[in-house]
């Protein structure tokens, strides 16, 4: 069983209800398309505290909490990316480190 996280921006929180990631989970579309014919499940769906609060306390925590249900890839959401830059926040480039040195694989994208 492949164990998937998704992590979001905060910013995207007032309208996003995580539809169209979980959608593509389902359907095994976009950046779920290699697990087509794999037994898969969604473990966590979760989004930073802001950018005031970076990695703080709860951050942290919901990043150990995908490592403690075995996520074994965790999917950032585009929203993740700075459309002014197009580059990826910091804060989730740091916590896409921890969670690799904690053993999760990353795939950049969602849907
Ligand atoms: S820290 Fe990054 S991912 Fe979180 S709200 Fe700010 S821009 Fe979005």
Same mark, same amino acid.
Request: aromatic share 6%; with cysteine.
């Given at each position: 069983?492949? #164990?998937?996280? /998704?992590? !979001? &921006?905060? #910013?995207? !929180?007032d309208v996003c209800t995580a539809a169209a990631c979980i959608k593509a989970f389902n359907l095994r579309k976009a950046h779920f398309e290699e697990y087509d014919g794999m037994d898969a499940e969604l473990v966590a769906v979760a989004r930073c505290n @802001? $950018? +005031?609060a970076g /990695? +703080? #306390?709860g951050f942290r925590e919901k990043l150990e909490r995908i490592v403690?249900? @075995?996520a074994d890839v $965790?999917?950032? @959401?585009? &929203?993740?990316v700075k459309k002014e830059t197009g580059e990826e926040c910091p804060v989730i480039t740091e916590a @896409? #480190?921890?969670? %690799? %040195?904690?053993?999760v694989r990353l795939v950049r994208g969602t849907h």
């Open positions: 069983m492949k #164990k998937i996280a /998704i992590l !979001n &921006c905060l #910013k995207a !929180n @802001g $950018c +005031d /990695i +703080d #306390k403690s249900e @075995g $965790c999917h950032f @959401g585009v &929203c993740t @896409g #480190k921890y969670l %690799e %040195e904690h053993g």
